[in-house]
């Protein structure tokens, strides 16, 4: 019984947990300037939006997912590089 949970895990792990994390991973620059406040190129951003997007949709259920896509979306609506700091 034990075995069979641990397969069940894996398996949602790789399908759920993994994508996610490949998508923080691959666009961790761009949250990164945004955090700090840096200009960002208008198609690394599309790119981040898009796949934040993708993966928000999928419904998965991993913490900040959401929080930096909606970082991504102000980031869009404000002029970047004029940040109100």
Known sequence: MFRWS???FGF????LVIPAESVR?????????????RRVKPADLDAAVDAYKLIGSAG??????REQ???LFFA???PIGNSTR
């Open 6 to 8: 641990l397969i069940v």
């Open 12 to 15: 949602f792990w790789s399908i």
């Open 25 to 37: 991973y691959a666009h961790f620059d761009v949250t990164g300037a945004i955090a700090n406040g």
């Open 60 to 65: 998965i259920c991993m913490p900040g997912i």
């Open 69 to 71: 896509l909606a970082n």
């Open 76 to 78: 869009v609506v404000r």
